[in-house]
């Protein structure tokens, strides 16, 4: 069954600005990933945080975790057209091998 | 270099017929996967096999079949294709169980089933 689920399901900003998304799951996880993915491509790691983690940065990528309430952000900031793309997050339980995938936020950065 | 690749890249066939999918990583991981993502982009695990061998099964009809011929490579058998296995087919590759147990994905194949 589908873990984690992302909001909203679409954004559309203009370049220069922060795009915030959220992703709610429901079972305990071990890790919580983000990826991307650009039209027509695969998906790309971004960054991963540990359940004992809180924030963590990556370049212009904030994320943060709170367990409490099962829930991550992402937040790209000073977007750029580059940005556009479908962002996911991806959990994994603690005992699991596999990631459980959202169904994803589809960003629009307008020129 | 092309860590993780996909053949063929796009796929258009009749219903009834078998195809397959080809994978390949040249990264050194031990664990492979098959995911589908769905025309609504929802993406679910299928498969995964770590050094040959099938750790993941999840809820899939017979008619698809993994076979891994060695930890570089995982391919995707599916017999009798229904029009609803029409998808995009995402291998992946990771090192598991490890601290960098992110997933290096394909490009992608693209399933049309007519």
């Known amino acids: 069954s589908q873990q984690g689920e992302e909001d909203p399901q679409a954004l559309s900003i203009q370049e220069g600005e922060n795009a915030t998304m959220n992703c709610s799951y429901k079972?305990?996880?071990?890790?919580l990933q983000w990826y991307r993915q650009n039209s027509g491509r695969g998906l790309v790691h971004l960054i991963l945080?540990?359940?004992?983690?809180r924030e963590k940065h990556s370049g212009r990528l904030r994320v943060t975790l709170d367990t409490s309430k099962k829930s991550s952000s992402l937040l790209i900031t000073a977007s750029r057209a580059a940005d556009t793309a479908s962002y996911f997050c991806?959990?994994?339980?603690?005992?699991?091998?596999?990631?459980?995938f959202g169904a994803g936020t589809t960003v629009t950065v307008r020129a | 270099d092309t860590a993780v690749s996909q053949t063929p890249k796009y796929l258009v066939t009749q219903m009834g017929n078998d195809k397959s999918i080809k994978c390949e990583q040249n990264?050194?991981?031990?664990?492979m996967y098959w995911y589908k993502q769905d025309s609504k982009k929802f993406l679910k695990i299928m498969f995964s096999?770590?050094?040959?061998?099938?750790?993941i099964n999840e809820t899939v009809p017979n008619r698809f079949s993994p076979k891994s011929p060695d930890k570089a490579h995982l391919n995707l058998h599916i017999n009798s294709l229904e029009l609803g296995d029409s998808a995009v087919y995402f291998c992946?590759?990771?090192?598991?169980?490890?601290?960098?147990?992110?997933?290096?994905f394909g490009p992608g194949t693209r399933l049309l089933v007519l």
């Open positions: 992946a590759s990771s090192q598991v169980p490890s601290r960098r147990e992110t997933q290096y």
């Open positions: 990264l050194g991981h031990d664990t």
């Open positions: 079972t305990s996880i071990n890790n």
């Open positions: 991806a959990t994994r339980g603690r005992n699991d091998y596999k990631l459980s």
């Open positions: 945080i540990r359940s004992n983690e």
């Open positions: 096999y770590n050094n040959k061998e099938l750790i």
